[in-house]
């Protein structure tokens, strides 16, 4: 095999290798988002009994949050698909997908901070008690899942 070839089926190799680790990556965030979510709506819709006031002040705050995190989610499928351009038509590591990658960080580090900032707003509304439930489950979903 001469070294063309050889370095042609390394860059094959590394593209295919690093695709598939962005898709373990994104699909293990999906997956512990949604665990994450379903969890915190659980405590803060049926356990903390939240008040008629409560109950519509965090639907506003859901409503808003709700449309921000489907446009940073829009973008990171939007950066995908640019890094599968990117390996389609470049075949290895190169300015393309680069800049994907950074595109994909960029709106999965916004989204991050977003939900945290989410958090944050909506235990203004809860009494001290409530904070004090809401508090551990948060603590709980971000703990739950590092291995």
């Known amino acids: 095999m001469s070294g063309l070839s050889r370095t042609v089926v390394l860059m094959l190799a590394a593209t295919v ?3 598939a ?3 373990w990556l994104g699909v293990r965030y999906g997956l512990h988002q949604s ?3 379903a969890s915190l709506d659980q405590v803060l819709h049926h356990e903390l009994k939240l008040s008629a006031q409560q109950q519509q002040q965090i639907e506003a705050m859901e ?3 709700g449309q ?3 446009a940073l989610e829009d973008q ?3 950066a995908n698909r ?3 351009t990117a390996i389609r038509t470049q075949h ?3 300015p393309d997908a680069q800049r994907a990658i950074e595109h994909f960080h960029q709106a999965m580090g916004a989204l991050q901070e977003q939900t945290i900032r989410h958090v944050f707003e909506m235990r203004t509304v809860l009494t001290p008690e409530q904070v004090r439930r809401f508090d551990q489950a948060v603590s709980h979903a971000l703990e739950s899942d590092q291995a």
């Open 17 to 19: 290798l690093a695709g």
């Open 21 to 23: 680790a962005g898709g």
């Open 35 to 37: 665990r994450s979510d």
């Open 63 to 65: 409503s808003d949050f």
């Open 68 to 70: 921000r995190r489907k």
């Open 76 to 78: 990171m499928r939007a």
């Open 82 to 84: 640019e890094l599968a």
């Open 92 to 94: 290895g590591y190169g």
